[in-house]
């Protein structure tokens, strides 16, 4: 939008990934994909949870589900007024991940992440960061009886 228009305020900010399609190590066998595990880095100040989905044997027709990518745990940010010092850390980046359960069976897979930004003017100066780092995947190998 911003290289078509005087810019992107107000509008939701959107970006998908798609994976190239792959075998996983087990070409030419059927399989039966359960789980996706992705690792990402997030800051602090990532407003929403990504959506994530498979893709099988080249079709292109995922369905995308919210990825839960809170922290285990809630450090205390520092400069907030209601945390004691010396117990508060700087705000940044965050190392997450959630096993995510998916369904398909097939030979290939392609893994689809999306995310949606919604506007808000109170975080104008601050950076969203939202890195993959990479995917892990769980099948089952089957095959005709």
Same mark, same amino acid.
């Given at each position: 939008?911003?290289?078509?228009?005087? +810019?992107?305020? !107000?509008?939701?900010?959107?970006?998908?990934?798609? +994976?190239?399609?792959?075998?996983? +190590?087990?070409?030419?066998?059927?399989?039966?994909?359960?789980?996706?595990?992705?690792?990402?880095?997030?800051?602090?100040?990532?407003?929403?949870?990504?959506?994530?989905?498979l893709?099988?044997?080249?079709?292109?027709d995922?369905v995308?589900?919210?990825?839960?990518?809170?922290?285990?745990?809630?450090?205390?940010?520092?400069?907030?007024?209601?945390?004691?010092?010396?117990?508060?850390?700087?705000? !940044?980046?965050?190392?997450?991940?959630?096993?995510?359960?998916?369904? +398909?069976?097939?030979?290939?897979?392609?893994?689809?992440?999306?995310?949606?930004?919604?506007?808000?003017?109170?975080?104008?100066?601050?950076?969203?960061?939202?890195?993959?780092?990479?995917?892990?995947?769980?099948?089952?190998?089957? !095959?005709?009886?």
């Amino acid at each position: 939008m911003a290289d078509e228009a005087a +810019g992107d305020e !107000g509008q939701t900010l959107s970006a998908s990934v798609k +994976g190239a399609f792959g075998a996983y +190590g087990a070409l030419g066998n059927i399989k039966q994909w359960e789980m996706i595990l992705p690792l990402v880095t997030i800051n602090t100040a990532f407003p929403v949870d990504p959506e994530l989905g498979l893709n099988v044997d080249f079709a292109n027709d995922a369905v995308l589900d919210p990825i839960d990518f809170t922290p285990a745990s809630v450090t205390p940010i520092w400069n907030d007024p209601l945390t004691l010092w010396d117990e508060a850390q700087w705000p !940044g980046d965050i190392l997450t991940s959630q096993w995510a359960t998916v369904n +398909g069976v097939g030979r290939f897979a392609s893994i689809v992440m999306a995310v949606e930004v919604p506007w808000d003017e109170n975080r104008l100066l601050t950076p969203l960061t939202l890195r993959i780092n990479s995917f892990t995947v769980s099948y089952q190998i089957g !095959g005709l009886i």
